[in-house]
T-cell receptor, first 112, second 113 residues
Framework: GDSVIQMQGQVTLSENDFLFINCTYS??????LFWYVQYSGEGPQLLLQ???ANNKGSSRGFEATYDKGTTSFHLQKTSVQEIDSAVYYC???????????WGSGTKLIIKP | DMKVTQMPRYLIKRMGENVLLECGQD?????MYWYRQDPGLGLQLIYI???????SEGDIPKGYRVSRKKREHFSLILDSAKTNQTSVYFC????????????FGSGTRLTVL
């Protein structure tokens, strides 16, 4: 069945470190892929969307890439700051039922 | 002001009690959702509502029911709450046909003792 796997449950970095979070997906359809961010005490909010293979999306210094060949998509940021501490979710929109399938989330901790 | 409001923010109930979680949105979104969030499991869809009185089960509907009598309000009801329903519950909404952009409330942390 359709699924999204987000293996990294937690990532701990120092300020100005490089961030890379990876998700893999499985589907027989044509997915649209997203990254959501959830700050402490809030609900998730859309961070960015990647719609075509090898096309990058970008927002707030974050960049997303999508590799159709490996059915994976990635979130990266060159230099993280303490304010980036949050949980990051990848998600896939199914064109069959137009619903989101969520990864399990990656908690990003930034050491000051 | 685009907002999804959830009440209450925190709730403690005893096992067997009934629980009502309320959600409102001011964007006239047709579609609304209830999710629960547990550590390591991410977001699990409980119910989805496509409009007034048009509700469908999500992935984990057992033990829950919903009510949507007005487009701007969506309620989640737990009849006879169980301890394994302790969780953080999120309500969300989206425009019909724009399911990729969900607007979430701030959540209700429910503890069932």
């Amino acid at each position: 069945g359709d699924s999204v796997i987000q293996m990294q449950g937690q990532v701990t970095l120092s300020e100005n470190d490089f961030l890379f979070i990876n998700c893999t997906y499985s589907t027989t359809g044509y997915p649209t892929l997203f990254w959501y961010v959830q700050y402490s005490g809030e609900g998730p909010q859309l961070l960015l969307q990647v719609t075509t293979a090898n096309n990058k999306g970008s927002s707030r210094g974050f960049e997303a890439t999508y590799d159709k060949g490996t059915t994976s998509f990635h979130l990266q940021k060159t230099s993280v700051q303490e304010i980036d501490s949050a949980v990051y979710y990848c998600a896939m929109l199914m064109d069959s039922n137009y619903q989101l399938i969520w990864g399990s989330g990656t908690k990003l901790i930034i050491k000051p | 002001d685009m907002k999804v409001t959830q009440m209450p923010r925190y709730l403690i109930k005893r096992m067997g009690e009934n629980v009502l979680l309320e959600c409102g949105q001011d964007m006239s979104h047709e579609t609304m959702y209830w999710y629960r969030q547990d550590p390591g499991l991410g977001l699990q869809l409980i119910y989805i509502s496509y409009d007034v009185d048009s509700n469908s089960e999500g992935d984990i509907p057992k033990g829950y029911r919903v009510s949507r009598k007005k487009r701007e309000h969506f309620s989640l009801i737990l009849d006879s709450a169980k301890t394994n329903q302790t969780s953080v519950y999120f309500c969300a909404s989206s425009y019909r046909g724009r399911a990729e952009t969900l607007y979430f409330g701030s959540g209700t942390r429910l503890t069932v003792l």
